[in-house]
T-cell receptor
C-alpha cells in the first residue's frame, strides 16, 4: 500500500537557520503531495502542496519540490523563525484519502 | 465563522462508558473524515463520508460508529471506551478530488 516516510525528529534549530525535513513516499501512480503543519494545541493546516512531478509548492517561505525520480518531497526553509515551531506532516493523496507520515517536531530557539 | 468545529474539545471519561464527539463544517464540502492521532503524533484515518455515504472504513473496532445526519455533520460515537482509545480525534472536510482537507481543532479524549 501507499506510505510516507519522514525524517524522525525532534529537530531543534536556532532562529535564522536553514531547515530541511526529508520526506519520501511509496505509491502507485502519481499522487498529489502535501505538507501540513500542526501548531501546539491546534488542528492541521495545509502548508503547501504539489500535484504533479517537478511542481514546486511554496508558502510562508517554505518550499518543496515533487521529485518523481527520487519519490521525494523534502520541505525546506531558508531562515526559520521561533513561530515556525510546530509538527510538520508530509502526506500523499490517493484513493480518496490522505496517507500521512509520522510527523516531525520542529523547535526553533531564539 | 469557524470552518470545521468539534465538540467537546476535551473529554475525560471512565472505561466502559459510551461517548460521542460532534463535528460540523460550514464550508459546503461533500466529504468529511475522522482521524485518530496517538501520543506520538501519528495520524491515522478512521472513516470518510461523501454526501452522507460511508466511503472509507479503515480497520477500527466496531465500538466506533460514525453517523452523518447531513452533509455538514459527521459525528463519532464510541461504545465501551477502553484505555487505548485515549487520543486526539480530528474531524476534517474536503471538497473532494485533489483539494486540501480542512481540519477541526481536535478533541482530546482521555479514558481513565
Amino acid at each position: 500500500g501507499d506510505s510516507v516516510t519522514q525524517m524522525e525528529g525532534p529537530v531543534t534549530l536556532s532562529e535564522e537557520a536553514f531547515l530541511t525535513i526529508n520526506c519520501t513516499y511509496t505509491a502507485t501512480g502519481y499522487p498529489s503531495l502535501f505538507w501540513y503543519v500542526q501548531y501546539p494545541g491546534e488542528g492541521l493546516q495545509l502548508l503547501l502542496k504539489a500535484t504533479k512531478a517537478d511542481d514546486k509548492g511554496s508558502n510562508k517561505g517554505f518550499e518543496a519540490t515533487y521529485r518523481k525520480e527520487t519519490t521525494s518531497f523534502h520541505l525546506e526553509k531558508g531562515s526559520v523563525q521561533v513561530s515556525d515551531s510546530a509538527v510538520y506532516f508530509c502526506a500523499l493523496r490517493s484513493a480518496r484519502q490522505l496517507t500521512f507520515g509520522s510527523g516531525t517536531q520542529l523547535t526553533v530557539l531564539p | 465563522d469557524t470552518a470545521v468545529s468539534q465538540t467537546p474539545k476535551y473529554l475525560v471519561t471512565q472505561m466502559g462508558n459510551d461517548k460521542s464527539i460532534k463535528c460540523e463544517q460550514n464550508l459546503g464540502h461533500d466529504t468529511m473524515y475522522w482521524y485518530k492521532q496517538d501520543s506520538k503524533k501519528f495520524l491515522k484515518i478512521m472513516f470518510s463520508y461523501n454526501n452522507k455515504e460511508l466511503i472509507i472504513n479503515e480497520t477500527v473496532p466496531n465500538r466506533f460508529s460514525p453517523k452523518s445526519p447531513d452533509k455538514a455533520h459527521l459525528n463519532l460515537h464510541i461504545n465501551s471506551l477502553e484505555l487505548g482509545d485515549s487520543a486526539v480525534y480530528f474531524c476534517a472536510s474536503s471538497p473532494g478530488g485533489d483539494h486540501e482537507q480542512y481540519f477541526g481543532p481536535g478533541t482530546r479524549l482521555t479514558v481513565t
